[in-house]
C-alpha cells in the first residue's frame, strides 16, 4: 500500500527518540535507511512468514544464532511485538521487500494489505554469501551470509573482545583476514550492497549477517514471506546494550 512521502531531513531525525521515529515511518513520513538513527536503541531484521513455517524457522535460529539471533517473538496473526515496543511490524519498518516462492517480487513501505492471520515473525554491514553451509531446518537451508568492515590490525583483538559481549547483534567475528579461506574470492562484487575498499594497515572482518535469513527464505520458496529491506530496520525501544553478554 502506498503512503505520502515527506521527506524529513536526516540530519534532523538523528535528534528523534525511538518512539517518534517510528511514528513517522508509520505514517510514511519517512522511508529511508535507519543507520545512525536513535543511537543506543537496538535496530533488527525482521522476518514473517506463515505460521505452518514458523517452527521450522525459529529453529534455524537457534541452529545460526550468529547469523540470526532472536530477539523478539510475536504471536501468530499479531504484529504486535511489545516486548520491543509500541510497535506495529506491519508499518514501522521504512522498506520491506516481499518474496513469492523464493522471488523478491516488490518492495514496499507497509505490507497491511498482505497481513494474514496466520502471520507472524520468529524474531539486526554488507554481505556476501559464504561457503559454509548452515544446518537445516525444514525447508529453511543455505549458505552463511557474512558482512565486512576493515579494522586496523592493531584494534581486531578490542573488536573481537567488545563485539562478542553483545551476542544478540551478532557478536564476534566469524572470520578476520584472507577472504579465500572462507570461499570468497572477489571483494569488489559483494552479492548485497557495495563493496568497501581496504586502506593500507586494515585487513577485512567479517561477521555472520542477518541476510543470512533471507537467503534461507529465497531458497525455501515459500508461497509468501517479508522482511525489511537491507539498511532499513525496525527500531526499537530496547537499549542496545540490553543483550551485553
Not at 561477521?207 to 520458496?221: E, G, M, Y
Request: with cysteine; net charge neutral.
Amino acid at each position: 500500500m502506498a503512503r505520502q512521502t515527506i521527506s524529513p531531513v536526516y540530519e534532523d531525525l538523528r535528534r528523534f527518540d525511538a518512539n517518534r521515529l517510528r511514528r513517522l515511518v508509520r505514517t510514511g513520513a519517512y522511508e529511508g535507511h535507519t543507520g545512525g538513527l536513535a543511537r543506543g536503541k537496538l535496530q533488527v531484521n525482521v522476518v514473517i512468514l506463515p505460521r505452518a513455517f514458523a517452527s521450522d524457522f525459529h529453529q534455524f535460529c537457534v541452529h545460526n544464532p550468529k547469523a540470526c539471533p532472536l530477539v523478539g517473538l510475536s504471536r501468530a496473526g499479531s504484529p504486535l511485538i511489545p516486548a520491543l515496543g509500541d510497535i506495529d511490524i506491519r508499518t514501522d519498518a521504512p522498506q520491506y521487500n516481499v518474496y513469492r516462492f523464493g522471488e523478491l517480487t516488490g518492495q514496499r513501505t507497509d505490507i497491511i494489505d498482505l497481513w494474514q492471520d496466520d502471520f507472524g515473525p520468529p524474531s539486526p554491514f554488507r554481505a556476501v554469501p559464504l561457503t559454509v553451509e548452515t544446518p537445516r531446518a525444514g525447508p529453511f537451508a543455505g549458505q552463511t551470509v557474512v558482512s565486512m568492515r576493515p579494522v586496523r590490525s592493531c584494534d581486531v583483538d578490542k573488536v573481537r573482545a567488545l563485539t562478542a559481549r553483545f551476542p544478540h547483534t551478532h557478536g564476534s567475528p566469524i572470520h578476520v583476514g584472507e577472504p579465500s579461506i572462507i570461499g570468497i574470492y572477489d571483494m569488489t562484487a559483494p552479492d548485497w550492497g557495495d563493496a568497501v575498499e581496504l586502506v593500507d594497515g586494515e585487513v577485512p572482518v567479517f561477521w555472520a549477517s542477518s541476510v543470512t535469513a533471507q537467503d534461507a527464505l529465497a531458497r525455501a520458496k515459500l508461497a509468501i514471506s517479508v522482511t525489511v529491506s537491507p539498511g532499513h530496520m525496525l527500531v526499537t525501544d530496547v537499549d542496545a546494550r540490553a543483550f551485553h553478554g
